[in-house]
């Protein structure tokens, strides 16, 4: 099946800090979503994105479809923006099943 | 987009009892995602419903362990049987959006599952 890879696995950053999260897939895709993991588990769409770039307030991602990756830009972070930051693809013939990457554990101190 | 609910939202459970996971969503769906997110770790697809068929289990998962039903398109129930502590987890159910959401995934709030 489908391989998706994140990084970096770990990421600390001072509130205002830029940061810049990658997702590696192994194959064509129908579908990528960017979601973050609250403290409570609850999963948040951020982003619908099987190629091209979309921006959201303080966020942004772009995916390059042809060569199989895709960024999560996150500017000015803030202490809210702490908790697991996943990547998940619908490979070419999954008909809506997801395969998620590892996740981005992402602590923003004050 | 979707409104999805899920009951219960926690439990602590006995080794070898059985727990049923309920999934409301807002809206009719053709299919419904079940997935499994142990501690520490990423979300991993348990099986799809359909309603009017059998559910489609995922490699390493199987109906005796994690029986599904699908009454209606907008309801479901994931049973984890015969529990023991390796069975402690989130579990999570989506769906697929609808309208301009459709191809999106929208997941529920989870069940967080203890097994002691």
């Known amino acids: 099946g489908i391989q998706v890879e994140q990084s970096p696995p770990d990421l600390i950053l001072q509130e205002g800090a830029n940061s810049t999260l990658r997702c590696n897939f192994s194959d064509s895709v129908n579908n990528l979503q960017w979601f973050h993991q609250n403290p409570w588990g609850q999963l948040i769409n951020l982003f619908y994105?099987?190629?091209g770039t979309k921006q959201n307030g303080r966020l942004s991602a772009t995916t390059v479809a042809t060569e199989r990756y895709s960024l999560l830009y996150i500017s000015s972070s803030q202490t809210t923006d702490s908790g697991v930051y996943f990547c998940a693809v619908e490979g070419g013939t999954s008909y809506g099943k997801l395969t998620f990457g590892q996740g981005t554990i992402l602590t923003v101190h004050p | 987009s979707a409104v999805i609910s899920q009951k219960p939202s926690r439990d602590i459970c006995q080794r070898g009892t059985s727990l049923t996971i309920q999934c409301q969503v807002d809206?009719?769906?053709?299919?419904m995602f079940w997935y499994r997110q142990q501690p520490g770790q990423s979300l991993t697809l348990i099986a799809t419903?359909?309603?009017?068929?059998?559910?489609?289990?995922e490699s390493g998962f199987v109906i005796d362990k994690f029986p599904i039903s699908r009454p209606n398109l907008t309801f479901s129930t994931l049973t984890v049987s015969n529990m023991s502590p390796e069975d402690s987890s989130i579990y999570l159910c989506s769906v697929e959006g609808t309208g301009p959401s459709y191809n999106e995934q929208f997941f529920g709030p989870g069940t967080r599952l203890t097994v002691l």
């Open positions: 809206s009719q769906v053709t299919m």
């Open positions: 419903a359909n309603q009017g068929s059998e559910a489609t289990y």
């Open positions: 994105i099987p190629s």
